[in-house]
């Protein structure tokens, strides 16, 4: 028995969806662009740009099959007008090769997380330490890492810890920051910590003296975090079922909102500063900026430490979206590579070792005009 209010109501109910959606598509491309000191709901839906945008490309999909010509063209247009902030977060490139007689270099960016195991606890080892030793990198770069010592290297053997310094004897960071850099050539602190970090400063910056003259300097970040708790956490995951969002949202909903505020408006003066120290440097001087931004591509702070003049690795090396954190079900691209001067990315990819909440981010670079 066919109802005949059913077909009418149902387009009714998708039009409005749709309308939402490709609204919520908009704010999401262009939140990054209005600063989270003035208005903060624009860069939470910043995060989510990579999910709005494909069920915008799901309803399109649908209006097309069901022959409704303007909601189609309405969808397109949503993604034509978004075409310049989703092309960060969905590139369409590949890797590449460097070019004969120039130096190549890999370099490895991770938030470490003090070496915890979170995914398998009762291993008997450090997967971390491990896949540091065997991942053939030059330099690596750490947040959320104190020291060297076995305290911060858990579990790790004696053995274990002397491969790796053996492999990387140069090792730089202040004892005052998690951010720490190992490397196989001689590396030095530049003494441009983050200054108004308080606690805990979000960025440092280094410099490697690979072989040839060639120095390639490097500024680690862990830019300000949500500091939601665990609690918190799960609330935030439950907001994918109607039902637990409902019920949480309602008892956690004030404090969750305004840790989100404070943790972007900081994370802004963060990427202001950092940007300043980015401006010091001459523009041809290879240059990493790397680390845990806590914030995803065309978000405000990555903007602000982008700039005109910085390349990302991974847009320029790679076809489709990225994961980077992985615990509690918040699914996004949080931790960047971006660079200027006489270097090239040749490929970045996304290590799927699962030790931390971060994966590590794995760059291959060369050299093209080193300066001697």
């Known amino acids: 028995m066919k109802i005949p209010l059913l077909n009418p109501i149902f387009r009714m109910v998708m039009r409005i969806v749709s309308i939402i959606v490709f609204l919520l598509t908009i704010i999401s491309a262009f939140g990054g662009r209005m600063n989270p000191e003035y208005l903060t709901i624009p860069s939470v839906l910043c995060l989510a740009l990579p999910y709005f945008a494909i069920l915008t490309g799901l309803l399109i999909i649908f209006w097309a099959v069901t022959k409704r010509v303007i909601f189609t063209v309405l969808g397109v247009l949503t993604l034509v007008v978004c075409a310049g902030p989703l092309s960060l977060a969905f590139p369409l490139s590949s890797k590449k090769h460097a070019e004969e007689g120039n130096t190549t270099f890999k370099i490895i ?3 470490v997380l003090h070496t915890d195991d979170i995914r398998k606890p009762e ?5 971390a330490v491990e896949f540091m030793i065997n991942s053939g990198a030059d330099v690596i770069c750490l947040a959320e890492l104190l020291n060297f010592s076995p305290k911060e290297l858990k579990k790790a053997s004696p053995q274990l810890i002397d491969s790796l310094i053996r492999l990387y004897p140069f090792r730089a960071g202040l004892a005052s920051t998690d ?15 983050d200054k108004k ?6 960025f440092d910056f280094f410099a490697v003296n690979f072989p040839g003259s060639r120095i390639l300097n490097i500024g680690m970040v862990h830019l300000y975090s949500y500091d939601l708790s665990e609690e918190e956490r799960n ?3 439950d ?54 931004f806590n914030d995803v591509p065309a978000s405000w702070a990555y903007n602000k430490i982008k700039g005109e003049d910085m390349n990302d690795a991974y847009v320029e090396t790679n076809f489709g979206p990225a994961i980077t954190y992985n ?7 949080i931790d960047q590579m971006l660079y200027r ?3 090239k990315a040749l490929s970045l990819k996304v290590d799927k070792i699962n030790t931390s909440d971060h994966y590590p981010l794995v760059g291959e670079f060369e050299f093209t005009n080193p300066e001697k």
């Open 123 to 127: 291993y008997g080892g450090n997967r």
């Open 239 to 292: 907001m994918k079922s109607v039902g637990g969002a409902k019920e949480s949202v309602k008892e956690l909903k004030g404090s969750i909102l305004s840790k989100l505020r404070n943790a972007f408006r900081r994370r802004a003066e963060n990427a202001t500063e950092l940007r300043e120290v980015i401006n010091s440097f001459r523009p041809s001087s290879p240059l990493i900026i790397c680390g845990d």
């Open 341 to 343: 001067g006489n270097i």
């Open 197 to 202: 970090g308080g606690k805990q400063p979000r």
């Open 179 to 193: 951010i720490k850099v190992l490397s196989k050539y001689p590396v030095h602190h530049l003494g441009i910590t």
């Open 327 to 333: 615990l509690h079900g918040f699914y996004f691209h």
């Open 109 to 111: 960016s991770w938030n």
């Open 235 to 237: 609330v935030m995951k």
